[in-house]
């Protein structure tokens, strides 16, 4: 099983950059794919971008396209996801979790961890 810790938040200005971190533990992590998710403050948790395993394919919500990027290093057990240009709307804890595509739809399988708080300033 794959333990991932999140890492990275911060506070940014309207248009700036922040890149977050996903650390794994665990000999299982090529074989995973990983996904980002955010909730903001009285809303629901939702999914962000995913990159498969091994190849590396990636997915994003239709909100951070183009401005978000999601990669894997699989020698540092680590997924990265760069977000770029970032918005008030952007504002939220960021979460990393094993996923699974089901249908069009990618889910969370483990168990959430502290994630790591995101704000952007107007």
Same mark, same amino acid.
């Given at each position: 099983?794959? #333990? /991932? ?5 911060? =506070? *940014?200005?309207?248009?700036? %950059? =922040?890149? =977050?971190?996903? @650390? &794994? ?8 794919? *990983? ?9 629901? #948790?939702?999914?962000? @971008? &995913? *990159? ?9 919500? +239709? ?9 894997? +290093?699989? @020698?540092?057990?680590?997924?990265? =996801?760069?977000?770029?240009? !970032?918005?008030?709307? +952007?504002? &939220? ?6 996923? !699974? /595509? #089901?249908? $069009?739809?990618?889910?969370?399988? &483990? %168990? ?5 708080? *995101?704000?952007? $300033?107007?």
């Amino acid at each position: 099983q794959v #333990r /991932l810790v999140e890492s990275g938040g911060g =506070l *940014v200005q309207s248009g700036g %950059s =922040l890149s =977050l971190s996903c @650390a &794994a533990s665990g000999r299982t992590f090529r074989r995973t794919n *990983v996904g980002w998710f955010r909730q903001a403050p009285g809303k629901e #948790r939702e999914f962000v @971008a &995913a *990159v498969t395993r091994n190849v590396g394919s990636t997915y994003y919500a +239709d909100s951070v396209k183009g401005r978000f990027t999601i990669f894997r +290093d699989n @020698a540092k057990n680590t997924v990265y =996801l760069q977000m770029m240009s !970032l918005k008030p709307e +952007d504002t &939220a804890v960021y979460f990393c979790n094993e996923v !699974l /595509l #089901r249908g $069009s739809t990618w889910s969370a399988v &483990a %168990s959430w961890g502290q994630g790591t708080q *995101v704000t952007v $300033s107007s």
